[in-house]
């Protein structure tokens, strides 16, 4: 039926199938944690709601045939003893499935119908064509059938609970072929474009064109590179709702979100394949600032969240990025990002320092992206010394660009800044051989067994050189065989799958391998980097892992993960002369 794919194969359990710029995937896993039995259409606009089931169907009997399934970047397949399904991107919004000895069903994933949730059902005779509408997601879903036998039928027009759906066989000893279709209200019939073949080996080549400018350094040393490429150019959804610009969310599973630190990292392992897409990650919580000057914690199609906000790495980010991008940008593009970023560093000197403070504070673990965090279990409310490190960063990328800008007063004053914070972090916290946080209500000061403690090594050549030697000293006492883990595994409070109190994170890898290499421990920052690329390449992309064996935990197909492995293994690639 089809030429054999091409691409990295996966398993739809742990990433789902999906293409650049669409709304929905295909996967079994319908809501945080949870797998069906069935794979479904599973959409993202409005939130993650599986809309349709899709079940392969013995035709003889009607009923589920069993199947495995195959997946590459650019095909799906049910593949049982009687046939096969296959099922293709035509286009963001529109899935092609095609079968042969295989019939198959597409059914409501929800039974139930109320006047404010669930699926309805029917036939719409204007386009000869059958519609399921989804209050969860707000969007209609077009089945067509191309070819084939409209086998059955349940549940056109029915009210309250029903089975909703059609099932599609072919004629005897022929192919089936049908159109799925996530619109709006309307939109003229299905057109045929292409051959479904056609379709697949378009799917291939633009998936494979991706791959060559995100990742061209790739080799047999790096084997996991091309995954990696798929994870994050699956998860990137087009403009709708409030993403203003081509994002790339961190899964299309349940964190189906661009958080305000996340897109960083996304950002930098773009930036010299896609610039312009590198360029709108590391923007696009910036068109959600406030007046304030802060960014949200976070952006999705349908919601932006302002009750928290993450920390202030987008100075580092931007330092890296602007090195990175092939072409620099143009004065008038840095000139919006100065001011942007000078609107959010002004946030975290006005509204994050306390009266007569000379360091800015968290108010919860949420604002440091290390939710829940040891440091944070006195208080909430707390000066933390990475913020402070954070911030030194970024007010001296705002030095950098306001001289290039020819703001040089304004340049002075961020250099001056820089150096006050700095002063300020190393007199204020820095407590013999240790960083230590300090209370604003209390006034108190204490340490923790967390890896958070020693992310002022992001500073790298702005620490005197005891210091970073002491951190990097430190940061030994948290290697495992498979990385850094971000609560030392001999503390009372490690647990192995306790988010920021033991897990392995990859941002948290990147800035300290970067803060280290930068402070001139190249030994560590190597050993730090293999242990994490070599994790990722035996355990795949998740959103952390545990610590001791190297499982991944949570969402399984995380692109900041992906992201800092393509970045890692570039950087990698690159030293060893490859």
């Known amino acids: 039926m089809t030429a054999a794919p091409s691409g990295p194969a996966f398993s739809v359990h742990d990433i789902p199938f999906s293409t650049y710029g669409s709304w929905f ?30 079940v392969p169907l013995d035709p003889a009997t009607g009923t589920r045939a069993e199947t495995r399934v195959q997946t590459t970047p650019d095909l799906l397949s049910w593949i049982g003893g009687g046939g096969r399904v296959d099922l293709a991107y035509e286009s963001p919004d529109t899935v092609r499935l095609r079968g042969s000895g295989l019939g198959i069903g597409v059914l409501a994933a929800a039974q139930a119908l109320t006047p404010f949730s669930g699926t309805y059902f029917f036939r719409d005779p204007a386009v000869d064509a059958y519609v399921f509408t989804s209050y969860e997601t707000g969007r209609r879903y077009r089945v067509t059938v191309l070819s084939g036998t409209l086998a059955d039928t349940a549940g056109a027009q029915a009210l309250g609970s029903a089975d909703r759906g059609l099932a599609v066989t072919a004629e005897a000893d022929g192919d089936w072929e049908i159109a799925i279709e996530e619109l709006d209200t309307s939109r003229p019939p299905y057109a045929f474009s292409a051959a479904f073949d056609a379709i697949v080996e378009a799917a291939r080549t633009a998936f494979a064109e991706f791959v060559d400018a995100v990742a061209p350094w790739r080799s047999s040393a790096t084997p996991a590179a091309e995954l ?5 150019w699956s998860a990137t959804v087009r403009p709708t709702g409030l993403v203003t610009r081509h994002g790339v969310l961190m899964s299309k599973h349940w964190m189906d979100k661009v958080w305000s630190w996340d897109h960083c990292f996304n950002a930098l392992a773009l930036a010299p394949g896609r610039p312009d897409l590198a360029w709108d990650q590391y923007h696009l919580p910036f068109d959600h600032q406030d007046a304030g000057g802060a960014l949200p914690d976070s952006v999705t199609h349908s919601e932006v969240l302002h009750n928290f906000v993450k920390p202030p790495i987008h100075g580092w980010a931007l330092g890296h990025l602007r090195r990175r991008l092939p072409t620099p940008p143009g004065r ?83 250099r001056r800044t820089a150096e006050e914070t700095r002063t300020a972090l190393l007199d204020q916290l820095w407590d013999k051989d240790r960083f230590v946080a300090r209370g604003v209500a209390s006034g108190g000061t204490w340490s923790s067994a967390g890896l958070l403690d020693l992310m002022p090594i992001v500073l790298g050549e702005h620490l005197p050189g005891e210091v970073t030697s002491t951190l990097a000293d430190h940061i030994k006492a948290h290697l495992t065989p498979y990385g850094l883990a971000t609560e030392r595994t ?33 030994r560590l920052a190597d050993d730090i980097s293999a242990r994490f690329r070599a994790l990722c390449e035996t355990h795949g992309f998740a ?25 890692l293994a570039e950087a990698h690639a690159h030293r060893d002369g490859r």
């Open 332 to 414: 008038a593009e840095l000139t919006e990002t100065y001011e942007r970023l000078e609107r959010w560093t002004d946030f975290w000197l006005t509204a994050r320092r306390a009266p007569g403070a000379e360091l800015p504070h968290y108010q919860h673990g949420n604002d440091s992206g290390w939710d829940n965090a040891t440091i944070f279990d006195p208080e909430r409310v707390v000066v933390t010394a990475d913020l402070a490190a954070f911030l030194v960063l970024q007010l001296h990328q705002l030095a950098e660009l306001a001289t290039e800008l020819g703001r040089t007063d304004e340049a002075g004053r961020w």
């Open 228 to 232: 990696a490429v798929y994870v994050v």
């Open 25 to 54: 995937d295909i996967s079994p896993v319908v809501a945080e944690k949870t797998y069906a039995e069935d794979l479904h259409l599973v959409s993202h606009q409005n939130g993650m709601h599986a809309v349709l089931r899709l």
């Open 543 to 567: 959103e952390n892992f545990d610590a001791l064996t190297g499982r991944g935990l949570r969402d399984r197909a995380y692109t900041w993960t992906a992201s800092s492995y393509l970045l």
């Open 490 to 522: 001999s503390s009372p409070h490690y647990l192995a799958d306790g988010y920021w109190r033991g897990p392995i994170w990859a941002p948290a890898t990147i800035l300290v391998e970067d803060g280290l290499r930068r402070a001139g421990h190249q």
